[in-house]
């Protein structure tokens, strides 16, 4: 199984980004997807994932910001970023799991903190003026 991130970089506090991991190895469209993220000094946190059925669930410090898709077709797992925060800045990790990793109640999402089938080396998003 490998994933392979792609697209970060920097960009200024408002703008927008579009990360893509593109995934091999293993039944793509069978599999749970999912971004998690961790800033120095802090612990990885999910950010958005998607079921292989379509469901979606987003961290609250990301939702109405960020959108997850995917394209089985392409083997290919997006994440847009708009209105990007410099509270933003962070390595951003593609994860796969033949499982579902999120668990939404009420509007809120949590992820997993376990191990995951496979992860990707981890993309750099800086936001800064």
């Known amino acids: 199984v490998q994933l392979v991130e792609s697209g970060g970089g920097l960009v200024q506090p408002g703008g927008s980004l579009r990360l893509s991991c593109v995934g091999s190895?293993?039944?793509?469209?069978?599999?749970?997807m999912g971004w998690y993220r961790q800033a120095a000094e802090k612990e990885r946190e999910g950010v958005a994932a998607?079921?292989?059925?379509?469901?979606?669930g987003y961290a609250d410090s990301v939702k109405g910001r960020f959108t997850i898709s995917r394209d089985n077709a392409k083997n290919t797992l997006y994440l847009q970023m708009d209105s990007l925060k410099q509270e933003d800045t962070a390595m951003y990790y593609c994860?796969?799991?033949?499982?579902?990793?999120?668990?939404?109640?009420?509007?809120?999402?949590?992820?997993?903190?376990?191990?995951?089938?496979?992860w990707g080396q981890g993309i750099l998003v800086t936001v800064s003026s």
């Open positions: 998607i079921d292989s059925d379509g469901t979606i």
């Open positions: 994860a796969a799991d033949p499982r579902s990793f999120t668990y939404c109640r009420g509007g809120h999402c949590a992820f997993a903190k376990g191990h995951l089938n496979a």
């Open positions: 190895g293993f039944s793509f469209d069978a599999y749970a």
